[in-house]
């Protein structure tokens, strides 16, 4: 297996100066990174892009060149392993470069707030935001309408949102076994809208310290466990491996599930009748989602830096955004582009990703993060196969973030 799989053909100049840049992404993210490359090499014929697309363990192999020296000019990196990556000292120091006239923006009013935020390490500019996008609720319109369900508003509650649930919950041949169901239950990254909604929080405000194990955690996690079997208006892991999620969605066996803009690329391929809606307001009164960024990254090695730069600043200039923007894959980092992203003819209300960056939050990304996951991820799993209870989860979590070293924590639950 390949690490890379280059863009085709060969620079038209042969003088011109090769700048590599790697992401990952879907054959649509490959496209729009095409036309994103041959905007700037219209504007700068001596200099060639090279795409090299990693379709899978993305992170890992970069991981690797990076320790190796061997990394390209240019990474697509996201929030989640940035902290871990930028500690390294492989990345290039970008904030001289950003607020100079050679970023081509301002860099404190030109960005989503959190975007920015994202990618500063140590008070430095570690990163040029591209694109990103929120948690937001996706439902099949299909289904809510031949079961004779409203369709959801921006106004529900978490009460609303169990409801609408429950009447999707069905078992349509009488044979004692659910056929369709209210919800996919989402990893727990993408259920943090709902755990934040209990008022619950992983870290506190510095990401130093787990505050996950009050009242408030208890209920959040109690509610996830129950949509499952409490509840039982989400699909087992037996019902619906992972990998099952959007074919159930799509052949109308799952009513709603949750994702970002991203999400909606196979259903808009397929021609699903689909549409997104806010988060629900939770028990507190309040409502919030989770936000992710990812950013352009320098290679400090990289022999190519000028050259780099000057493609980074066309990767966050208004007529690059707006092709990001067109895409409808991710927000565009820009806001001036966020006119790009909404189109009224799409069939659905993509402008709400838009809306939601109002009461967005930064997920808890820490230095600590690989650890954490990995933590999370396997108490998650055993709360989800009715291995152990919401108290046992919270408990459990918390000893091993304390024994791991993870986090300090001074006061066990």
């Not at 990103?132 to 609720?137: A, C, E, F, H, K």
């Not at 820009?334 to 009461?359: R, V």
């Not at 993060?369 to 152990?388: A, F």
Request: hydrophobic share 40%; aromatic share 14%; with cysteine.
């Amino acid at each position: 297996m390949t690490v890379f799989r280059p863009r085709a053909g060969e620079p038209p100049n042969p003088e011109a100066v090769e700048v590599s840049v790697s992401f990952w992404g879907s054959y649509e993210e490959w496209e729009m990174w095409c036309d994103i490359a041959a905007g700037f090499q219209a504007k700068n014929p001596g200099i060639w892009i090279k795409l090299n697309y990693i379709p899978n363990s993305y992170n890992s192999k970069i991981r690797l060149l990076l320790a190796a020296d061997n990394a390209p000019d240019v990474m697509v990196i996201q929030d989640e392993p940035f902290p871990v990556y930028a500690a390294y000292g492989k990345f290039a120091d970008l904030t001289d470069w950003a607020y100079s006239l050679e970023s081509g923006v301002d860099w404190d009013t030109a960005f989503w707030p959190t975007a920015v935020e994202s990618f500063v390490h140590q008070g430095r500019v570690m990163g040029a935001p591209i694109w990103g996008g929120n948690i937001l609720v996706i439902y099949n319109r299909k289904m809510f309408r031949d079961f004779g369900v409203e369709f959801p508003n921006d106004n529900w509650t978490f009460d609303d949102f169990v409801s609408n649930a429950e009447a999707l919950t069905r078992d349509l041949d009488g044979d004692g076994h659910i056929d369709t169901f209210g919800l996919s239950l989402p990893h727990w990254i993408y259920f943090l809208p709902w755990t934040w909604g209990f008022g619950a929080n992983y870290l506190d405000e510095r990401r130093t310290d787990w505050t996950f194990t009050g009242p408030e955690a208890l209920a959040a996690t109690t509610f996830y466990h129950n949509l499952r079997y409490g509840l039982g208006v989400s699909p087992s892991i037996q019902d619906m491996p992972g990998s099952a999620v959007e074919a159930m969605f799509m052949t109308n066996r799952i009513a709603m599930t949750a994702g970002g803009p991203w999400s909606s690329l196979g259903f808009r391929t397929a021609g699903i009748e689909f549409d997104i809606v806010h988060i629900p307001v939770g028990p507190a009164g309040e409502r919030f989602t989770r936000v992710t960024w990812d950013a352009l990254c320098l290679f400090e090695k990289s022999p190519h830096k000028a050259e780099a730069l000057r493609f980074m600043a066309y990767c966050i200039s208004p007529e690059a955004q707006a092709i990001v923007g067109r895409y409808v894959r991710s927000v565009p980092a820009l806001i001036a582009a966020k006119d790009d992203f909404m189109d009224p003819d799409n069939g659905w209300n993509e402008e709400k990703y838009i809306e939601a960056l109002e009461y967005a939050r930064m997920q808890p990304i820490s230095a600590k993060w690989v650890e954490m996951e990995q933590i999370m991820n396997s108490e998650y799993e055993q709360l989800l196969l009715n291995k152990q209870t919401p108290e046992q989860t919270i408990r459990r979590m918390a000893e091993a973030m304390r024994r791991e070293g993870v986090f300090p924590i001074e006061a066990a639950p």
